[in-house]
């Protein structure tokens, strides 16, 4: 059962040419709670965490967390 959330983690390291390591040194999270994230197997993030993320990517939380619906619709479009 998904949660209906997508994490574009590994979308966002892409476009900054960023490492999974990198990351978790700037935000200060954990290489495994980042790659739990980025899987989609995360079922709960603290805000702190989030907002960690976040400032590190210099992204906005919807870019990062996206409704599954979503997804297939920017799939389909494509």
Do not use: P
Not at 41 to 48: C, D, E, G, H, Q
Not at 60 to 67: A, D, N, Q, R, S
């Amino acid at each position: 059962m998904t949660s209906g959330v997508h994490c574009r983690l590994d979308e966002l390291l892409r476009d900054r040419s960023m490492t999974l390591t990198r990351l978790g040194e700037l935000a200060g999270v954990s290489i495994v709670n980042l790659s739990v994230l980025k899987n989609d197997r995360a079922k709960a993030i603290r805000f702190s965490t989030l907002v960690a993320i976040c400032r590190a990517l210099e992204c906005e939380i919807g870019e990062l967390l996206v409704l599954e619906n979503q997804v297939l619709k920017r799939v389909a479009n494509d």
